[in-house]
């Protein structure tokens, strides 16, 4: 295939969004969908090129993996190796464990699948994970290990048929990837089989199934078409808006590009083929690769000590252009260059031994046991919580269900007792985890719990996380089972966001019309980051306020609406702000020094000291109760 100055272009339209997404740059809500302009510009040129080798005969597979080393792998070596000796200077134990699995899926190519598996409610945010941008190199790794395969086989025995075999192929992805969504979007998000439809439009474009535009007029009506479409997903996209529907219109967006300079360079392409768009294009693979570990270290350890977060924005945006020309012109073009003049054996052995070294090195961070001695006893100990296991004190998937595959276990989490006042608690995994404390705190009352990740107790649902396992489980719980079966006490309780309240007002309306007592409890103090971290920075960096500064805004402020407005539909209210928080000041931890929160907000199983604390606001006897089983 011929250089295309425009491809390059294009590159730099998928990775200039994408950084400037993950670096915070208003404007740019939609642009994580860089990455699938990358999937379609690699299944072009991949699949373009194998299949010109295949028609005249010069297609090699060792030539192909070959070449696909000495391009990717020697930059991503390079900052692998950059990216552990930060993690070693910075990680706690606990984190850098993690980073070493990441590490290990990395350099197998297989960090898609490892992030898919390890994306959960209580995992670690993003911005602690500075390898989990590889996901996309692993998915297009593991479609260069699959596609030159099937296409030598197709073109062999059925030739006739072999685009349309490819193009069926591409319709069962997208399919799946449909189907899939309904249960695990993490899955259609990370996993090859329901990212191979994109990579598969780029193919069919270069094999030439998809039809590329002959006349200059159509040249230009389609690449116009494809760079608003790019254009209107990147800025006025969302995460929040459904997964599939952004990366069909980036993938379609990056097609059309490509597809209108195919025969012929149209407008859009010669504006692509300006020194610009392309001395960015050419960098693209380095600057994404360097980008995201920078803003991971930024965001958890402050490597760089400056001012504004506008400065530090725009100074993680010049060093990673720093890094990424770097990377290009003293690794990426050398060893391309390399290609011609060094045997496959040599390329082949050295790769296999650069890699087997990297997953020594990971065996050996996790035979150490992430390499404590590098800090105080006390800073392992807390960041020990980094790795809590909520799953005892949740119940989880029995009262609280993470999945949508998770059955209730109603006979286990909402039997009523005949010999206690009977408390049901419905929510979210705010609600879950206060569970344990109030059951410990209120041994005359037999709490019953009703929870699920992400569900807001709403009688008739309209939050926007309402998901199929929220629905069944809120319809079961408001419906069927309050309509059926006497309590003494609903108890409300969630991640309450500014947006709920008008969702909380109609469902207190409906259960005080059904003459059933309410106790609303508000939204819990939180933190931007896991507080565990935050008291061990505290303590590394002698800075005692740090988790304190690191309160997240305007939950006060929610808390104080919040109490008017269930005070004014006859329900009670607990403010687990004021429980947990006094005098400007918020606990952070409780007896033996043990953090309360293990991440940004849920308890510990010492949330029996906020049961306790919350006991006597429910009743005077109650109160008695709970102080005398001290």
């Known amino acids: 295939m011929k250089y295309r100055p425009d491809i390059d272009g294009l590159r730099a339209l998928a990775v200039i969004p994408v950084v400037l997404y993950h670096v915070g740059v208003p404007g740019f809500a939609g642009g994580f969908v860089g990455v699938d302009i990358f999937f379609v510009i690699s299944g072009y040129l991949i699949c373009g090129m194998t299949d010109a080798d295949i028609r005249n005969g010069s297609f090699s597979l060792s030539n192909f993996y070959k070449r696909r080393i000495l391009r990717i792998l020697p930059a991503l070596v390079v900052m692998l190796l950059a ?16 980073f070493a699995r990441s590490l290990a899926a990395a350099v ?32 297009e790794e593991q479609s260069y290990l699959v596609v030159p395969i099937v296409m030598v086989i197709a073109y062999r025995f059925v030739p006739k048929r072999a685009k349309l075999l490819f193009a069926v192929a591409a319709a069962l992805s997208l399919v799946a990837a449909i189907a899939i969504s309904y249960r695990n979007e993490a899955f259609v998000f990370y996993l090859t089989p329901f990212r191979a439809w994109e990579l598969a439009l780029g193919a069919l474009l270069a094999i030439g199934f998809v039809p590329a535009p002959r006349s200059m007029l159509w040249r230009n009506l389609c690449g116009a078409a494809g760079l608003i479409l790019l254009f209107g997903v990147t800025v006025f996209g969302s995460s929040s808006a459904p997964l599939l529907l952004m990366t069909s219109l980036a993938a379609v967006g990056a097609t059309l590009v490509i597809a209108s300079s195919e025969r012929g360079v149209s407008m859009v392409g010669r504006l692509l083929s300006l020194r610009p768009f392309v001395f960015v294009g050419l960098i693209s693979y380095s600057l994404y690769l360097w980008h995201w570990p920078l803003i991971v270290f930024q965001h958890t350890d402050a490597i760089l000590a400056l001012g504004s977060p506008a400065t530090v924005k725009l100074t993680l945006v010049i060093l990673s252009l720093g890094m990424a020309y770097l990377s290009w012109k003293l690794i990426e073009l050398p060893f391309r260059s390399l290609a011609h003049e060094t045997s496959k054996f040599t390329v082949f052995a050295t790769a296999s031994t650069a890699m087997a070294s990297i997953l020594a090195l990971c065996g050996l961070v996790m035979v150490a046991g992430g390499a404590p001695f590098r800090f105080p006893d006390r800073v392992v100990q807390i960041g020990s919580y980094l790795a809590y296991d909520s799953a005892y004190a949740f119940r989880t998937g029995r009262c609280f269900l993470l999945t949508n595959h998770q059955q209730f276990d109603a006979e286990t989490c909402i039997k009523r007792d005949p010999e206690r006042q009977n408390y049901l608690l419905v929510g979210d995994s705010y609600a879950a985890h206060l569970w344990y404390g109030l059951s410990a705190a209120l041994p005359d009352v037999n709490v019953m719990q009703a929870t699920a990740s992400l569900c807001r107790p709403a009688a008739k649902g309209g939050s926007r996380y309402d998901t199929p396992m929220c629905r069944r489980l809120r319809d079961f719980i408001f419906n069927d089972f309050l309509a059926h079966n006497k309590v003494d006490k609903v108890l409300l309780a969630a991640s309450w966001k500014d947006e709920d309240l008008p969702v909380l007002e109609g469902t207190l309306d409906i259960l005080k019309a059904r003459g059933l007592e309410v106790t609303v409890f508000g939204p819990v103090v939180e933190y931007d980051s896991a507080l565990p971290r935050l008291l061990a920075d505290e303590i590394l960096h002698d800075h005692p306020a740090a988790a304190s500064h690191m309160k997240r805004a305007g939950v006060r402020e929610r808390d104080g609406a919040m109490s008017r407005l269930v005070a004014a539909h006859g329900a009670t209210y607990v403010s687990l702000y004021d429980v947990m928080c006094h005098e400007g000041r918020c606990d952070e931890v409780v007896e033996g020094g043990v953090p309360i929160q293990f991440d940004g907000g849920h308890l510990t199983m010492r949330s029996i000291e906020v049961g306790k604390r919350i006991a006597p606001l429910f009743s005077r006897k109650l109160a008695r109760t709970a102080n005398g089983s001290n």
């Open 83 to 98: 990216t552990s000796v930060l993690a070693y200077f910075y990680f706690l134990p606990v984190e850098l464990e993690d």
């Open 108 to 139: 197998g190519s297989v960090s898609n699948v490892y992030f898919a598996q390890t994306t959960g409610y209580f995992e670690a945010p993003a911005e602690t994970k500075p390898l989990l941008h590889t996901w996309s190199l692993g998915v």
